[in-house]
């Protein structure tokens, strides 16, 4: 690996700033002085920066339960960010593996791995996301039927020019639903009931194809993927 490649994957230097470092002579690599970028590294090399010695931190998986108030954005606006709630080393590189809403809670994953992040938001893996709904007014009877028919079938929301995808729509009670998504618009679910005359209160994911919140993990609590769980995409 280049040496100024390996700054920018071990430290928040970017790779100019990397290049800027070194000019500045305060990167060492097996205690000498390195000034060329394309220097090779590799992981038996000491490399030091300012004297702290860096190490590459490998791919990282992790499990979280969002709580409500929190994004799942980059960068932070009005709320705290969800990698701000995860003790890892360089947090930073992590990006959520799809988003939810400030006001939804329940599974999300994180990953500074590009290649499964695709492979888990790909809409030709199918990959099903189960939230569960509370809704404002009751649906059964008729009304319970139609939107199942709907669901399936696929539903035009505004401002979208092809209807939704196939969803699996199953009342637990009047109220709660268990709502199956194959893709994920902005606000879908949300959407997706006002279209049928009904208002979301409260929205969960419960889990992401095979990946099933682990109950064991509290509002804000998280922790990193097995390897079997990793190996699922």
Sequence with gaps: MRLDRFLTETTELTRSLAKKAMHREE???????VRNPATRV????????NGERLALVGL????LNKPAGVECSARRGLYPLVRELIDLPQVERLQTVG??????TGLVLLTDDGQWS??????????????????AEPLVGDDL????????????LEGEEKTTRPAELIMRTATEAELTLYEGKYH????MFAAIGNHVEALHRESIGPLVLDERLAPGAWRELTEAERAEF
């Design 27 to 33: 990167v060492r690599v097996d205690g000498e002085v």
């Design 42 to 49: 590799d992981a038996r090399s000491e490399v030091t920066w």
């Design 60 to 63: 990282r998986y992790v499990m």
């Design 99 to 104: 988003r939810l809403d400030v006001d939804t």
């Design 118 to 135: 695709h492979r888990v938001t790909s809409p030709r893996r199918r990959c099903g996301k189960v939230y569960r709904v509370s809704l």
């Design 145 to 156: 039927a139609r939107a199942v028919s709907r669901f399936a079938e696929g539903i035009e």
């Design 188 to 191: 879908q679910v949300k959407r």
